[in-house]
């Protein structure tokens, strides 16, 4: 009693055929494990299972506000991970909200020489250059010359999407090195066809790939990176509403204008 806690809303089950294959977001006990009623209440009841596999205590040098990261961080330390993001490679991330942001600075850290990031609005370009990209680009402009332009002549060698918008889809087909690796971090709604160039793809060599979720592993790693202050989470946090005011937090997110990482006190 008394300990300050993450706790993940999403466990996996560890002994399934995708959890012992390392897909432990694929399991279908992580699709179903939550919290009840959710996160948005000032308590939560949080399933057995959860409190087995998906608490980790918060060393003292970690704030709560810094905690609220350790999930999305997770899920980026498995984007890359699937990705295979290396040193000495550039790094395209098309869209610079949170998870772009995160992206970036995880890329950084990982020794990728260039990172380049794109977005369509101009605050949360700004904030790419901050936490650590290289070149930014509207993503209304043409972004695969302006790649080759900053980039030696070439391509990249990873582009992760971090959009649902159809647009940066077509980007990344087009952005993507020889030998690369497109990774779909964010995808576009159910109902819209994607069209992969196949043939070129083929004869390149081309990986596309997905990732989902965070497993236990990668939230563990994600709170040892904040709480060794190796990426700046903290100056991500735009705006600290109440709960009575969770509705104009998905307001403010939804809208996407001058913010980025929106969170809720349910005891302010």
């Given at each position: 009693?008394?300990d300050?806690?993450?706790?993940?809303?999403?466990?996996?089950?560890n002994?399934?055929?995708?959890?012992?294959?390392?897909?432990?977001?694929?399991?279908e006990?992580?699709?179903?494990?939550?919290?009840?009623?959710g996160?948005?209440?000032?308590y939560v009841?949080?399933?057995?299972i959860?409190?087995?596999?998906?608490?980790?205590?918060?060393p003292?040098?970690?704030s709560?506000?810094e905690?609220?990261?350790?999930?999305?961080?997770?899920?980026?330390?498995?984007?890359q991970?699937?990705?295979?993001?290396?040193?000495?490679?550039?790094?395209?991330?098309?869209?610079?909200?949170?998870?772009?942001l995160?992206?970036?600075?995880?890329?950084?850290?990982k020794?990728?020489?260039?990172?380049?990031?794109?977005?369509?609005?101009e605050?949360r370009?700004?904030?790419?250059?901050?936490?650590?990209?290289?070149?930014v680009i509207?993503?209304?402009?043409?972004v695969?010359?302006?790649?080759?332009?900053?980039?030696?002549?070439?391509p990249?060698?990873r582009?992760?999407?971090c959009?649902?918008?159809?647009?940066?889809?077509?980007?990344?087909?087009?952005?993507?090195?020889?030998?690369?690796?497109?990774?779909?971090?964010?995808?576009?709604?159910p109902?819209?066809?994607?069209?992969?160039?196949?043939t070129d793809?083929?004869?390149?060599?081309?990986?596309?790939?997905?990732?989902?979720?965070?497993?236990?592993?990668?939230?563990?790693?994600?709170?040892?990176?904040?709480?060794?202050?190796?990426?700046?989470?903290r100056?991500?946090?735009?705006?600290?509403?109440?709960?009575?005011?969770?509705g104009?937090?998905?307001?403010?997110?939804?809208e996407?204008k001058?913010?980025?990482?929106?969170i809720?006190?349910?005891?302010?």
């Amino acid at each position: 009693v008394g300990d300050r806690v993450f706790v993940s809303h999403h466990v996996p089950c560890n002994k399934c055929r995708y959890c012992l294959s390392g897909h432990h977001t694929a399991c279908e006990t992580l699709h179903t494990t939550n919290f009840d009623p959710g996160g948005f209440s000032e308590y939560v009841r949080v399933p057995k299972i959860n409190v087995e596999r998906g608490v980790f205590i918060l060393p003292d040098n970690v704030s709560f506000e810094e905690g609220t990261f350790i999930e999305p961080l997770g899920c980026v330390i498995r984007g890359q991970r699937i990705a295979q993001v290396k040193p000495g490679h550039t790094v395209l991330v098309l869209g610079s909200g949170p998870a772009g942001l995160l992206h970036i600075q995880l890329a950084k850290l990982k020794g990728a020489e260039r990172v380049i990031a794109t977005d369509i609005n101009e605050y949360r370009l700004k904030a790419a250059k901050k936490f650590g990209a290289d070149v930014v680009i509207n993503a209304k402009e043409d972004v695969p010359t302006i790649l080759q332009e900053v980039n030696e002549n070439r391509p990249a060698d990873r582009v992760i999407i971090c959009t649902g918008a159809l647009p940066a889809v077509h980007q990344a087909w087009q952005c993507v090195d020889r030998g690369g690796t497109i990774l779909f971090f964010a995808v576009p709604p159910p109902d819209v066809k994607v069209t992969i160039p196949i043939t070129d793809f083929w004869r390149n060599e081309i990986t596309v790939t997905t990732s989902y979720g965070a497993s236990p592993m990668d939230l563990a790693e994600a709170l040892e990176i904040i709480s060794a202050h190796k990426i700046n989470v903290r100056d991500m946090i735009t705006h600290r509403l109440s709960l009575e005011e969770a509705g104009l937090g998905f307001r403010i997110v939804a809208e996407a204008k001058e913010c980025i990482k929106v969170i809720i006190e349910p005891h302010r």
